[in-house]
């Protein structure tokens, strides 16, 4: 089994190529202020230290009866999350703070009249975990690297789940393509903790999060129409990058990425579309990555047919929903008019969908 496939079958996050003195700390220093909510300047703010205290034994209070369930796989592994993750959290207090900030955003998510003050939160404990993971990753060890790729875990759901508030607000212009970049990038340096460390993270105290799982259910016919349009994509985007090979080359390499990664996950996962969403990033070119950030038509193109997977990914994860539809209307803003047909089947599947 690959990094990426023990990964996506465990927490559907982790595996990577890229060396973890490079890019874990890209993925740390990137993903605070653009992807995560600011901090807002309208009072806000708690008044006082027993304010915050306060709060935050709200926030664990929510996280250990209810937030937890929500977590991936959590109605096999819920243990992981409701016990094990928050004891290690006592001795590693990054990954204290991206509990919490998960429990807030979960808290925005499920009271939308206080959905400022929960978001204000969530964003507090998401920027602390990631400026105190930065010192973890400076000195990652056989001790630390369980609780560095836990933390990696929450900090990209946490992340995804700051996409869907901003989504969610009519006033907001995000989430934007840079930002889904963003989270790409922490994906892959989730990723990197693990195949750097796998051996020891498999054999240490967060082992069951890499448990097969079952299907519940048989494929949907939604898995073999996506892989065939997939593959019809390969002629266009030829005809259309015939003067970069080289382009074309990492286009097609992700497309065939993408395409295996469908079949491996409803074969062998019980959530495959969260499967996919976390496992596609993780396993993502650095070449695909730079033509994704320097917004690359066909790159663009493929990130479309992404989108769509994310979609289907909100039914069961609350933490997935409404961004990608934004996402997608501005990518059919920002590519050329001779890319647009491309996108056909993924608006079309779009639109399909209830909101």
Known sequence: MSSSDAAASGSETGGAHSPVSTVDHHWVATSSSSVSLNVPMDGLRPADQHHLWATDMELMHHYSTTAFKTM???????????????????????????????????????RPSRQSYYSYIAAYHQDLGISRMRAGLSQLSAENCHSLFMAGGLLAVGTFAALAIHAGDKTDKRPSVNDVVEVFVLLKGVGSVLHSWEPIIHCGKFSDMFKQTQPTEPPSPFWNELRT???????????????????????NMEIRKL???????????????????????????????TALKEQEPAALVMLGFYCVVVDRCAVRNWFMQTWSREVLRQIHVMIPAHYAELLRWPLAQMSAQTP
């Open 72 to 110: 991936p796989r959590a109605e096999s592994i819920g243990n992981v999350w409701q016990t094990e993750a928050p004891l290690a959290a006592f001795q590693d207090d990054y990954m204290l703070h991206l509990i919490l900030a998960f429990s807030a955003f979960h808290l925005a998510h499920l």
């Open 229 to 251: 349009q997939l593959d019809l994509l390969h002629q266009p985007l030829e005809d259309l990058q015939r003067q970069q090979p080289a382009s074309l080359d990492t286009l």
């Open 259 to 289: 395409y295996n990664l469908t079949k491996r996950s409803y074969e062998s996962s019980s959530d495959p579309e969260l499967r996919v969403v976390m496992a596609w990033p993780i396993d993502m070119s650095d070449a695909f990555l």
